[in-house]
């Protein structure tokens, strides 16, 4: 039984169908499901994660931890706790809207993001820019900077769990997945290997003690693919890959960055500094003249980026077998397109994970539904440039 997760801060119900009409499975996995579902008195779509509780013994810290990260950020539902009322979701993190207990699951009723992931949007575009890679960015540092204030590291930040949020051409991007993101404990360290090999910062991969600043060089590797299409670290052999990240080697490769800014590769820099001291902060990044300024450059590199996006990054799609097209799938099934309110989907729980055939629901990022938890750094490697 889940300890700290049972008890009244939960909302009780008999049945979860009486509230909730359940249209289709977004995901299944180890001991959850993903399921598309309508309020049945608002009729607002929402995504919810049925977790079997029996199914969690001996994980139940990590769940635990998932759930206290989002109801500390993201608890949207008035009349919970008194403390709920400051809690003020952030336009660009998907929101939790309730937890229901019933019988022997809990029930994540999560919003339903609909407009498909980061690389598909870019791909179809026939127009980007480095301007438009910077307006991403912003947000991303605009959310991870309202989670840290929190005092959250989010410690998964991947192209990955950035979704966006409907079909519209001028959506907003939403973060996604808080399974192996931590609240900084006064007094305490962060020291657990965890991540994404290939974003995460040198001293994860160094089992150093580490803080937020780990996020900042996810975004700086992430910053650096929405601008060329491959990612700044690769190589088929692990310890060779872990070697490039922990000595903080990359490169500005010709011809694919000739034609970005001197001030876009400064950026990068700032965020990809081996040292965690120094390493430029969210608030230091947003004020940085490529995210505030006028520096980012508006020449088309749609067709560069896009072309390489597909090539280096078609093997981890094929692994997740499903993406998020397949919720825009759903949308569009159900007549809904972008008209409707609800969208979004769920955060997931466990240390390392790694992408299998039958991969990540669609629209939820919820990775247990797909895979189980793991122990140890195994990456998900693009195709060679």
């Given amino acids: ?73 993201l608890l949207c539902c008035p009349g919970w706790s008194a403390v709920a009322s400051h809690r003020i979701k952030h336009p660009n993190i998907v929101a939790l809207d309730d937890i229901y207990e019933s019988g022997g699951h ?25 301007r438009d890679a910077s307006r991403l960015i912003f947000q991303v540092l605009d959310a991870v900077k309202y989670l840290h204030d929190l005092g959250i590291v989010h410690r998964d930040l991947k192209p990955e769990n950035l979704l ?20 900084e404990d006064p007094g305490s360290v962060l020291s657990t290997a965890c991540g994404t090999p290939g974003y995460v910062a040198p001293e994860v991969l160094a089992q150093k003690p580490y803080s937020k600043a780990v996020d900042c060089w996810s975004i700086g590797v992430i910053a650096y693919i929405l601008l060329c299409g491959y990612p700044p670290f690769y190589d088929e052999n692990d310890a060779k890959l872990f070697e490039q990240i922990l000595k903080a080697e990359y490169e500005f490769d010709s011809p694919y960055w000739d034609d970005i800014s001197d001030s876009a590769k400064d950026f990068i820099r700032h965020l990809m500094e081996k040292d965690p001291e120094k390493r430029f902060t969210c608030e230091q990044a947003l ?20 072309e390489q996006i597909k090539k280096n990054f078609a093997k981890s799609k094929w692994k997740q077998a499903f993406n998020a097209t397949a919720v825009v799938r759903h949308m569009r099934k159900l007549q809904l397109g972008t008209s409707q309110e609800g969208q979004g989907q769920t955060a997931s729980h466990g240390e390392l994970l790694t992408p299998v055939a039958g991969g990540p629901a669609a629209g939820c990022c919820c990775r247990d539904c797909c895979v189980e938890p793991g122990t140890e750094l195994s990456p998900t490697l693009p195709h060679q440039l």
């Fill in 106 to 130: 809990l029930y994540l009723i999560m919003q339903l993001v609909s407009g498909g992931e980061l690389f598909d949007r870019i791909v179809e575009k026939g127009f980007y820019t480095e």
């Fill in 287 to 306: 004020q940085h003249p490529w995210i505030a300024g006028d520096t980012a450059l508006d020449k088309n590199i749609h067709q560069s980026v896009s």
């Fill in 1 to 73: 039984m889940l300890g700290a997760v049972e008890g009244p801060r939960w909302k009780q119900a008999e049945d979860i169908r009486d509230i909730y009409d359940f249209r289709d499975v977004l995901g299944t996995g180890a001991f959850s499901e993903v399921i598309l579902a309508e309020d049945k008195r608002t009729q607002k779509l929402v995504a919810i994660k049925c977790i079997a509780k029996e199914a969690l013994e001996g994980k139940e810290g990590s769940m635990e931890n998932e759930i206290a990260v989002l109801h500390k950020v």
């Fill in 164 to 183: 966006y949020y409907s079909l519209d051409e001028d959506s907003k991007i939403m973060i996604s997945d808080f399974g192996l993101s931590k609240m």
